[in-house]
């Protein structure tokens, strides 16, 4: 009996190797090799032979050890970096890298940043460690030139939702401004001028991209942003609902509001359903949420369409693994309002409008 089985129940101690696929079989490791490679002049009878064995012994490829024996080193595996997993735009995202990656037979690696540019880093170091084929990150911070050194080594990068900053990249991102944009337009032709703007941090692209949109379709359509209807720096949904809060507190509050992420957009839905303003506010976020469309009123919503964002980031990735010296792009993907009842209530009329 062979000392890599047991005794008792015949199973493997240990995972089988090329060499015991090439013993059961009966042929040599470089004929297992050619026929686990598709490759041809071999005999019909020996790779079943050998297709046989593989089954019998449930063996699997070692792909690192592939990867160092295969001329450009490929391991069939990319890395995906994005903010935090429990955000469903990252879900979302995921999802969709997942599925072009698996037509292209390769594994995708996934970590979560949570906004922290050195955890960033730290992931980047990890994949990079395991050989990764390339890098598709949802960047944090305001640096990420660290990753010239991996793009020495041969690990294409291609930014997605936001640009990298300090070194050149294929990158994807949305219409983060215009979208915002038309949000205003649209809350305004509902009769709005007091219009509130809550956003997360301004050094993240994205976020000062919208406030950037929400600023200029005020002095366009409501003679200019009021300041102090104007929240940014919110993290998370707790800090959103404070601002909410404090927005509806004033005197006079404003009577819509244009959310800059789901996160945000979720906390102000707490803070306006505790006030009963429901029905009385408008409300306009930026990402969609899942159920958005059973909520009392239903949530109107600027849409990114995470999976442009998702199969456009994997897919310049896959190019430019095949074309290392190409042309750097970038791709801009349409957003579209989605008006489902909360962004059409009207502005109250007569004193209280004032």
């Known amino acids: 009996m062979s000392a890599m089985q047991n005794k008792s129940d015949k199973t493997f101690l240990r995972a089988p190797t090329i060499k015991d696929v090439a013993v059961r079989a009966g042929v040599g490791i470089k004929t297992v090799s050619r026929v686990l490679n598709d490759e041809p002049n071999v005999r019909p009878q020996t790779r079943e032979r050998v297709l046989a064995a593989v089954g019998e012994l449930n063996y699997r490829r070692n792909t690192i050890a592939s990867s160092i024996r295969r001329r450009d080193q490929r391991t069939a595996s990319i890395g995906l970096v994005v903010e935090d997993l429990a955000n469903p735009f990252a879900a979302r995202l995921t999802r969709v890298v997942q599925d072009v990656a698996f037509q292209q037979s390769h594994l995708v690696l996934v970590g979560s940043s949570e906004g922290v540019a050195e955890r960033e880093h730290e992931i980047v170091g990890e994949f990079c460690s395991r050989r990764v084929d390339g890098l598709i990150i949802v960047p944090s911070g305001t640096d990420q030139s660290y990753l010239r050194v991996e793009h020495t080594h041969g690990a294409p ?198």
């Open 157 to 354: 990068v291609v930014f997605v939702d936001r640009p990298g900053r300090r070194i050149k990249a294929d990158t994807v991102v949305s219409e983060n401004a215009s979208g915002v944009a038309e949000a205003v337009r649209h809350l305004v032709r509902h009769g709005h001028s007091r219009i509130a703007y809550l956003g997360d941090r301004q050094s993240v692209y994205t976020a000062a991209q919208r406030l950037s949109g929400f600023r200029s379709a005020m002095a366009e359509c409501a003679g200019g942003a009021d300041q102090r209807h104007i929240r940014t720096g919110l993290r998370d949904g707790a800090k959103a609902y404070q601002a909410t809060l404090d927005l509806l507190g004033q005197r006079p509050a404003p009577t819509a509001l244009v959310c800059g992420n789901n996160i945000i957009t979720m906390g102000a839905l707490h803070a306006m359903q505790q006030c009963g303003v429901r029905e009385h506010v408008a409300i306009i976020g930026f990402d969609d949420l899942e159920l958005a469309d059973l909520l009392q009123p239903a949530l109107t919503v600027v849409a990114q369409d995470v999976a442009a964002l998702g199969t456009e980031g994997a897919r310049l990735l896959f190019e430019r693994l095949k074309h290392p010296t190409a042309p750097y792009r970038r791709v801009t993907v349409p957003v579209r309002l989605i008006a489902r009842g909360s962004g059409e209530i009207p502005a109250p009329s007569g004193r209280e409008g004032r």
